[in-house]
C-alpha cells in the first residue's frame, strides 16, 4: 500500500469531496466530537483526513483532532486482532474452527446450573467466531470478585443459553474466550501473539492495547468515568484507557474491546485484506493467505436482518454500516465508541471511519452513528464508481 491522491486510486475527487463533507459537516458537534477516516482503492490510500475535536471537554482542554489521533477501538478489536490471530493460527496449522473450546479451555467444559443440557462438549471455535455458541451477550464482570484470572475463569464459568448453532447471539463473552485460545495456543499474551501474527509484519506500530501514557496522550477522549472504576480512581474522561468496562476489568487486554489504534494504521490492516493477505507499506509482505481471506469473510450466518462471516460482520444487515451502495461481498465491523472499518473486494475498496461518539455520553452520540456511517460510505463508494 501507499498513500496518494484520488486519481491514482480511481477516485473521482469532486465526488470524494462529499464524503469529507459528510464529516465535515457532523463533525465537532456534541454527537460526534471528532472523526478522522481514509479510504482507498487498488492499493493506493487517500487520507487520513480529520475533523472536529479529539478532546470536547472540558471546555478547557479542548483540542482538535489530528491525522495521528488514536483512537479506542471498541469492538474492532475483535476482527482487527482477535479473530484475524485465529485464522493466522489456523493456516500455520496451530489451531482447528472445529476444535471443541472445553478442549482449549478446561475451565469452559463444567456444566453449569440453568443449562437444560451438557451442550458444552459440542461448542467450538467456529461457535465462538460465528457469535452461535449458546453464550449470553454479556455479563457485568465488575461484579465478580477477584483479579483478571478469576474475572476469565467466571466468563468461562457463564451458563448457556441455547444449544450451540442454535441461534446468533453477538456475545462480548465468545470473543473474550477466543482471545484467551490464542494466548494458550500462541503461548504467549494476545497482545504479544497478535503483535507476532499481524501487527509487526504489517508495520502496524501504533495499534495496541493498553497504549501508556506517552501514545495514550494522542488518543481522543471517550465517555466521563468516576467511581471506583475511574482510572486512578480520579473522576474525568477517559483518555487512553479503554472505554469498555469489562475489558477494563480484564486489566485492558481482553478479546473483545481495548485495542486502540489510528486511522493511518487500519488503512494497512484494511487494504492487506483488501490485497487477498498481502499488505504493509512499501514491501509488501504476505501476512494471511489469499484461502484464509476468503474464508474469513464468507458469509456463513444469515438470518432475518443479520449476516455474520466467522468473525466479521457481512453484507445484507438491517441498516448496514456502510450504508446502500457496498456489493454483496463486502464485510466489516464497528465499534461501540463510533469507529468501524469496512472492506469491499468487488470493488478493490476500504474505508476506515473513526470516531468518539461517546465522548459526551453515549445517549448523546450513539443515536447519530448509523446515519453518519451509512452516508458517508455511499458517497465514497458514489466517488469510486
Known amino acids: 500500500m501507499r498513500w496518494g491522491g484520488p486519481a491514482e486510486a480511481g477516485f473521482d475527487a469532486e465526488r470524494l469531496e462529499r464524503a469529507w463533507a459528510v464529516l465535515e459537516r457532523t463533525a465537532g458537534t456534541e454527537a460526534v466530537p471528532c472523526a478522522v477516516a481514509a479510504v482507498g482503492r487498488g492499493g493506493v490510500a487517500i487520507g487520513p483526513r480529520a475533523f472536529g475535536d479529539a478532546v470536547r471537554a472540558p471546555a478547557a482542554e479542548r483540542e482538535a483532532a489530528r491525522a495521528d489521533t488514536l483512537f479506542d477501538l471498541a469492538s474492532l478489536t475483535k476482527v482487527v486482532g482477535t479473530a484475524s490471530a485465529c485464522w493466522a493460527l489456523v493456516e500455520r496449522g496451530h489451531l482447528r474452527l472445529g476444535e471443541p473450546v472445553a478442549a482449549l479451555l478446561p475451565a469452559f467444559s463444567v456444566r453449569q446450573p440453568g443449562e437444560a443440557e451438557n451442550w458444552r462438549p459440542s461448542v467450538t471455535v467456529r461457535h465462538l467466531l460465528t457469535h452461535t455458541s449458546g453464550l449470553p451477550a454479556h455479563r457485568n464482570l465488575r461484579q465478580v470478585a477477584g483479579d483478571p484470572e478469576e474475572r476469565l475463569a467466571a466468563v468461562a464459568g457463564t451458563a448457556l443459553t441455547a444449544p450451540p448453532g442454535e441461534r446468533a447471539v453477538y456475545s462480548d463473552l465468545g470473543f473474550i474466550l477466543l482471545g484467551r485460545i490464542v494466548e494458550e495456543v500462541a503461548r504467549q499474551p494476545l497482545d504479544a501473539a497478535c503483535g507476532a501474527l499481524l501487527f509487526d509484519p504489517l508495520g502496524m506500530t501504533e495499534t495496541r492495547w493498553n497504549p501508556g501514557a506517552a501514545l495514550g496522550a494522542r488518543a481522543a477522549a471517550t465517555e466521563w468515568s468516576e467511581g471506583e472504576w475511574a482510572p486512578d480512581g480520579r473522576a474525568g474522561h477517559l483518555r487512553g484507557v479503554v472505554h469498555d468496562e469489562n475489558a477494563r ?62 468473525g466479521w460482520q457481512g453484507a445484507g444487515r438491517i441498516l ?38 461517546v465522548h459526551m455520553g453515549r445517549a448523546v452520540g450513539l443515536p447519530a452513528m448509523p446515519r453518519l456511517r451509512a452516508c458517508f460510505h455511499n458517497a465514497v463508494v458514489a466517488a469510486a464508481d
Open 249 to 310: 476489568a480484564l486489566g485492558g487486554l481482553a478479546g473483545h474491546a481495548g485495542l486502540f489504534s489510528t486511522a493511518a494504521d487500519l488503512a494497512v490492516f484494511a487494504d492487506m485484506l483488501r490485497a487477498g493477505g498481502v499488505g504493509g507499506l512499501g514491501v509488501p509482505r504476505r501476512v494471511l493467505a489469499p484461502a484464509t481471506v476468503a474464508a474469513m469473510a464468507e458469509p456463513v450466518v444469515i438470518g432475518e436482518g443479520d449476516s455474520r462471516t466467522r
Open 320 to 357: 448496514a454500516p456502510y450504508g446502500d451502495l457496498w456489493s454483496k461481498r463486502s464485510f466489516g465491523h464497528t465499534g461501540f465508541t463510533g469507529t468501524s472499518l469496512w472492506i469491499d473486494p468487488a470493488r478493490d475498496l476500504w474505508a476506515v471511519l473513526l470516531t468518539n461518539a
